[in-house]
Structures are given as structure tokens and as C-alpha cells.
């Protein structure tokens, strides 16, 4: 038997999965690591932290197995937009300064409001933010000057355990188009975004296909693992894309929707596309496949913070009745019919993506009244959510139409009533896909493409599995129709001054 090991470099764990060739999972292991937010803004990792996370996890699977030769390859999924600056002997100068690294809000906002930021987001598809290394390394030039002149290179987090795995720098399209540094119609670095970001191209990576093998092991790292000498590694693509790959929503028109701690709507098509208001990414999967599509901050981490602030006691019945606190929050939350009573929630606890790319957005409750209280609060914070979701849908449509079905994942997916919630907001039906660990088998699925183990990437359909539909329930599609426009128009108005009060909250919290 042939195995392939699916591997997701995620913000706070590494997910390793070793599956057949048919898509079987026959092992897993999730190794966590520390995300660092000390200062405000602040959200990094420590490469080697992950590293060595990813090497245990390779040690646990690959003892699974009776002959380590029958794992014929491993395939990478990551996180995009991480950066880590290297001095001229690959040393890392600074940790991993993730996706959800704010500190550079300040110059995405002057860079997206000159002439030259929407051109670079037609060029590069990766709308203008925080987010990217693009504005990092702004941050970094202007910021920690002594930092940027002693760097030699600027890398990624998969670009930087690649080079501890085989001692080269390589880098994927998939996760350079998520740089803001890579134009998507040359294919290569843009000479525009490296000038603004004030690199050369001889600080950056060599760049490759997502199907692109790397071989030559370091002998440390087989001993450490006890993984084939022999054995590639296949370079593989930036999360987002392999997500949809992951669930087969790889036929134009099929949408996937994915709900963990943070969000995305995304769907594939076979050409670069953008959007003229700037509200959508454009990111490469492989020949003839872009997925276009926008990432939320705010999906789980909601929920999660309304668990923690809002619902304590509700915490401590949980605990003495011995349930899942988020089981009976949502129990809570079905008592109130669909619409919360008028109650609206504007998610953006973590300033947010799309379709606003707003690093300054912030959180709010619109609608209370006395008669309201903590049931109404968690229901409208979960339709919330999914209202974010469905306004990132209706940018997508206007650049790649409507969609003709919906794939739906990520942990809310054990809840029925997100799961009905998105079938109502969305007024259409949605499938749930069995796939276990998305990413790590669209990785997976990828790798095999470039091992030679499958003809084409459509097989990811025997892989998936069996699958669910929901279809909606019409009193309550149409009170969400009602209450979209209202949610749509309060933000329009509530976009004026998340800027003003970001800035109280940052002087403030200086002062």
C-alpha cells in the first residue's frame, strides 16, 4: 500500500494526516504551538516551535507504517501571509508574524488610499491590508529600521522550514500570490510592489509550481523522524485554495464555505479574476484554477468570545450539568425564533477582511431592547457571522455570479443550527462534506497529482465521502431577507467611524 502524509501549517497547530491512495485516513496527529500577542496588534509564532511540532508529527505517523519507503511523498498546506526576516546565513531575525498581525494597519491604509494601491491590487489579486507581508515589511522599514537593514531575505513560515528540511529557499505561487509582491498575470515577482515594499527580487525565494518536488532530505531530520532519505516533498499551496480543493468544490460555481476560528467564501475559477472595488482575493491552485474569494477574522473566535464575557453563568450550569458549553449556548440561542427579535450583531472583534478590509472595524449590538437579553445576544451574534458570510457572497457574485451550489465545513458544522442558520441566510441548499481535515487532503490530493499516484485532481471526489444537504426553511429565509438590507446599511454607516474609535482605543490604551 502507497501513503501520502497531507500536512497543514495552520496559526496554532500543525495537522498531519497519512492517508492511501484512496483518500483513506489511516493516521493523524494535531502538535499545538504558542501564538504571541504581547503587544497590541502583536500575533506571531515561533518557527522552530513549529518545526519541531511538524517533526514529532512526522515521527508519530510515519511509525505507523511498516515500511517508511511505502509513504510516498509528503504535501504541504499553510497559512498565508506570514513573514519572517532572515539574516545573509538564514538565521531568523524575528518570529513569524502571522496573518492576524495587525501593527502594520497604518501603512495598508495609506498604501490602499494612494493611486498606486488599487493597481497593485489588480496586479498582485491580494486585496490591500494588514495582513499581507507587503504592508509588514513597510511596518518593518519604517518601524524597526535596524531590523530591516540587518535582514538578508524575507520569507514565509513554509519557506522557512523548507530550508531547515533541504537547506534551499523555494516558494510556492499559491502562497507568493498571498504576499501582495506577486503579479498574477506575469507570474512572477511585481517589480512595482517590491519597489513600494523596498526589497529586491534577490531577497526573495525562487519561485515554483504548487506541484514541485523537493528532494535531498537533511539526514538530521530523517533520523529524527525515520522518513525515507529517498522520499520528496511535495511543495504544495497556501491553505485557502487547498480548502476548496479539499471539499471538490473545484468546478466553477460550486462555493465553499468554511467556519473554524475565522472564516472564508470561495470558489474556483479556470483564469485570474478581480474585483474593481477591491473586495475580493485572487489566489493560485494550479493550472487553470484560481480561487477567488474573501477570509473573515471573525468566525468561531465570536462565539468563543461570547462563551467567555457574556455567558458566564450559562459556563458554570454547563460545567454541572456536564455539557459542551457551546451545546447548550446554542440551545440557548434556538429559543429565539430566526432574526433574534430585531437584534443585529457586527461581528469584528478582530477588525475584519473582507469584503470591508477594515483593520479598524470593530464589534457592536444594534436592536436591544429591555425585553432582550443574553439568548437574543448569542443567536445574533451567530447570524452575525454568517450575515458577514453572506455579504463576502454577494462581492463574489459580482465578479464570478452567482453560485449553483454551496459546500459547507469547519467546526460550526457539528452545530444543526449553524448548519440551518446558513441554508436560511443563504436561501439555498448546503451540503456538508464528510472530508476530514479539508486542507490537509486537498494537500494531500495535490501531492499524489505530482507523485503520480492519481491522473487529475477530480478524484478528490472518491475521497471525500458521504455527504449531507440541508435545504432552508422558508419563514425563516424571508425574515433574514428583511433584516440583510438593514444589516448591510448599518454597516455602511458604522464604517465612518471605526477609524475614529480605533484611535481612541489605541491612545487610550498608551496612555
Given at each position: 500500500m502507497d501513503y501520502v502524509i497531507g500536512a497543514d501549517i495552520g496559526t496554532t497547530s500543525i495537522k498531519l494526516v497519512l492517508y492511501n491512495t484512496k483518500g483513506k485516513v489511516l493516521g493523524y496527529v494535531n502538535n499545538g504551538y504558542k501564538l504571541y500577542q504581547d503587544a497590541p496588534g502583536m500575533a506571531e509564532e515561533d518557527p522552530h516551535e513549529i518545526y519541531l511540532a511538524m517533526l514529532k508529527g512526522l515521527h508519530d505517523l510515519t511509525s505507523k507504517v511498516d515500511n517508511p519507503s511505502d509513504i510516498k511523498g509528503v504535501s504541504f498546506s499553510c497559512a498565508m501571509h506570514s513573514l519572517i526576516l532572515l539574516d545573509k546565513n538564514h538565521r531568523p531575525l524575528t518570529r513569524a508574524l502571522t496573518w492576524a498581525d495587525n501593527r502594520a494597519y497604518k501603512y495598508a491604509d495609506q498604501l490602499k488610499h494612494s493611486d498606486l494601491g488599487p493597481k497593485l491590487y489588480q496586479a498582485t489579486g491580494t486585496p490591500i491590508h494588514p495582513m499581507t507581508p507587503l504592508t509588514k515589511i513597510m511596518w518593518f522599514r519604517n518601524e524597526r529600521p535596524d531590523l530591516f537593514k540587518k535582514a538578508h531575505w524575507f520569507v514565509g513560515l513554509k519557506e522557512y522550514i523548507i530550508y531547515l528540511l533541504f537547506g534551499t529557499l523555494?516558494?510556492?505561487?499559491?502562497i507568493a500570490n498571498a504576499t501582495g509582491m506577486f503579479n498574477i498575470h506575469t507570474m512572477d515577482w511585481d517589480p512595482?510592489?517590491?519597489k513600494v515594499a523596498g526589497v529586491k527580487r534577490d531577497?526573495?525565494?525562487?519561485?515554483v509550481d504548487t506541484t514541485y518536488q523537493l528532494k535531498g532530505l537533511n539526514s538530521h531530520v530523517v533520523k529524527l523522524t525515520g522518513l525515507d532519505p529517498k522520499m520528496?516533498?511535495?511543495i504544495g499551496a497556501s491553505d485557502g485554495p487547498l480548502a476548496n480543493l479539499g471539499v471538490n468544490a473545484i468546478q466553477p460555481g460550486v462555493l465553499a464555505i468554511t467556519i473554524g476560528t475565522s472564516g472564508a467564501v470561495r470558489v474556483i475559477t479556470d483564469k485570474p479574476k478581480t474585483d474593481p472595488k477591491g473586495r475580493v482575493f485572487c489566489y493560485y491552485l494550479y493550472h487553470h484554477m484560481w480561487v477567488v474569494g474573501g477570509p473573515v477574522n471573525n468566525g468561531g473566535i465570536v462565539f468563543r468570545w461570547i462563551r467567555d464575557q457574556i455567558c458566564g453563568s450559562e459556563k458554570v450550569t454547563a460545567k454541572e450539568l456536564n455539557m459542551d458549553p457551546y451545546d447548550l449556548l446554542t440551545k440557548i440561542a434556538s429559543t429565539v425564533p430566526a432574526g433574534s427579535d430585531g437584534v443585529i450583531c457586527h461581528p469584528f472583534l478582530g477588525g475584519e477582511r473582507a469584503p470591508i478590509w477594515d483593520a479598524n472595524a470593530r464589534a457592536s449590538f444594534?436592536?436591544?431592547?429591555?425585553?432582550?437579553?443574553?439568548?437574543?445576544?448569542?443567536?445574533?451574534?451567530?447570524?452575525?457571522?454568517?450575515y458577514n458570510l453572506f455579504a463576502v457572497n454577494k462581492a463574489l457574485e459580482d465578479v464570478v455570479g452567482k453560485p449553483k451550489s454551496i459546500q459547507a465545513t469547519g467546526g460550526f458544522a457539528r452545530s444543526g443550527l449553524?448548519?440551518?442558520m446558513l441554508a436560511d441566510i443563504f436561501d439555498q441548499e448546503v451540503t456538508i462534506p464528510k472530508s476530514f481535515e479539508g486542507t490537509a487532503l486537498g494537500a494531500a490530493t495535490l501531492g499524489m497529482l505530482s507523485l503520480g499516484l492519481i491522473d487529475n485532481l477530480g478524484e478528490v471526489k472518491n475521497f471525500v465521502g458521504t455527504t449531507r444537504s440541508l435545504e432552508p426553511i422558508k419563514k425563516n429565509a424571508d425574515v433574514y431577507k428583511e433584516l440583510i438590507p438593514i444589516y448591510l446599511r448599518l454597516g455602511k454607516k458604522l464604517e465612518t467611524e471605526y477609524k475614529a474609535i480605533a484611535d481612541f482605543q489605541r491612545e487610550h490604551h498608551e496612555g
Open positions: 523555494k516558494e510556492d505561487y499559491s512595482t510592489a517590491l531577497q526573495l525565494p525562487e519561485l520528496p516533498f511535495v444594534f436592536g436591544l431592547t429591555r425585553q432582550d437579553g443574553i439568548p437574543q445576544m448569542i443567536r445574533a451574534a451567530l447570524e452575525g457571522i454568517v449553524w448548519r440551518q
